[in-house]
Each structure stands twice: as C-alpha cells, then as structure tokens.
C-alpha cells in the first residue's frame, strides 16, 4: 500500500511539472531588479526584456526594488509563488553577501531560490592614482609591504564587493591598506582620480577606460581567473597571488520550488538572449561579459561565493552600512 501511495504521489508530481511547462507563462513575467532604476543590473535586466518576451510569447514587466543591499527585492521573490512569473535579477550581493551583513535579510540565499542562469560576469580592475610609484602588481606588493596603512583604497560603501575583494588581496598578499568607504561607486572612483585615495578594484566602466588612457589612473591587473576580453595584454591577480579570483557576476533566479521544467524555458530563454550580438555588445559597452549557464553552474557558483566571503567577513570583521 505504501508503495502504491508513494508511486502515485510521484506520478502526480511529475504530471504537474509537466502541466506548468505546458501553461507557463500564462500571464507578464516580473523581474525584480533589488537596485534603483539607471544602474548596471537595470540597463542588463531592461536588454533581456525584449528578446525573452519574444521566446516567452508574454510581456516581462521589469520593477526595481530597492534597498537593504539588495534585500528588500530579494525577499520579495523569495517569498512570491513558485510559477515563474516573478523572478530576481541578481548578482553577487543579494545571493551571496547581502545575507551575510544584513540581519534581518529574510531569506537564505541558496535555500529560498532556485537557479535559473547566470547572465553575465565582469573582472574587478586593481588600480592606483598615477601618483603611486608603481607600475605592475609585484612592485604594488612590494611598496604597500614597505608603507603598511599607509595606501587608502577606496569602495562603493561598507561591504560592497569591492571591500570585500580589496580585504581578500590585501590579507592573501600579506598588506595593510586603510578602508574609506564613499555612497557609490561614482563617488569612489571620482576619488582615486582626484588623488583622495590611491586604490580601488572596480569593475570596468567607460569612465574608468577613459581615465586610464589618459594616465590618470594606472591598471596593474584584473581579478579574473583568466586573462579578460576587456583588459587585453593585463595580467591577472591569480598569475602572481595563486587562487585570487574574483568575479562580478550576474544571473536570474526564481522561488524556490519553481517547477525544473518552467526553470528550463526560463533558462531557454535567457540562453536565446544573450546569443544575440547586439545584446552581448550592448553589455560589453559597460564592461560586462556575457555568460549563460546552466542552473546547476550558478547554484555550485552562489555556494562557492557564499562560503568565501563569509570567511573574509568573519575574518575582517566587516559590517554592512
């Protein structure tokens, strides 16, 4: 009796995955955008809409949700019925540290989502105001070891990904830098060209190419694992500090407990997108990469982040703003 219970529970399960690949979508898909209307994840999330609407056959409706690094946006899709029909645009904050440095977060975020894929990832630029005595990583090394606390680095505020990773080099290379958190990755940056500090890993913008070319700014390396697209001949963190890889990354998820097989369209469709030239174009335009993958890749990849910057937020003792 057991046995027929369980199968028939099976049979009923399957057959309603099935019935939700077949109905969805069956009306507008929400993204939750958990940033302010403007920024990098809005202009990503704003350049799929169009070409998933096309595969999906329904109206994506893109709503930001912002605050609590993040985390007002997340619960909202944590807790939103697992159908599809609302899912996150998300990125190393919200899944990642945002739980670790907020509280009252509300969500896990593994426990409460369900992959969907990632959609594109960025290196972090390690540079330095043209009036640091330096020209590659080794010397940079070299000079902060000899002036400890010295070398003021900037970042995006208290526990942003930038504050993270610079904590992460400067406690792998054995350095002591001085923090100085600004409202904003503008706010940082306008700093190290203006010589208020004089370190800052950020991920690649226009402004930030422009200020390179015109030497007022020096890039010593990039975070990636691999050498990147967007700094060609620029070496990586890892070729001089093995295993230093840090990466911004982005991806869609949904409420835990969304049907695999609405996961799978979803993801269909996100793949189809982003195999557009125009939009991978668009996306490198703002020094982004794009990256479809698989649920399973961004699952193993919100763990492997979860898992390392709780160390270096233990370690460091860093709290959110």
Known sequence: MRVKILLGALFFASLA??????????????????????????????????????????????????????????????????DGHTILFSNNGPSSTTPLLVKDAGYDGLKDFAPISQVASAP????VHAAVPVTDLNAFIDYARRH???????????GSLG???TELLARTAGISLVHVPYKGQAEATNAIVTGQVKVLMTTSS?????????????????????????APGVPTIDSILPGFRVEAWFGLLA??????????????AVSKALSISEVAQRFRSFGMLVKPSTPEHLRDLIADESSRWARVVRDANIKAE
């Open 17 to 82: 995955g099935w019935t939700s690949a077949q109905t969805f979508p069956s009306r507008p898909i929400r993204i939750i955008v958990p940033y302010p209307a403007g920024g990098t994840t809005d202009i990503m999330a704003r350049s799929l809409q169009e070409p998933m609407q096309k595969t999906l056959g329904h109206p994506i409706i893109i709503e930001n949700k912002a605050g609590a690094a993040g985390a007002i946006g997340a619960r909202e899709v944590a807790r939103a019925a697992p």
């Open 124 to 127: 972090l630029f390690l540079v």
């Open 148 to 158: 400890p606390n010295k070398l003021e680095y900037a970042t995006a505020g208290s």
């Open 163 to 165: 504050h993270l990773a």
């Open 206 to 230: 226009a402004a930030m190419n422009n200020f390179i070319r015109e030497g007022k700014v020096k890039l010593l390396a990039v975070s990636s694992g691999e050498p990147s697209q967007l």
């Open 255 to 268: 409420p835990a407990g969304t049907a695999p097989s609405v996961i799978a369209k979803l993801n269909d």
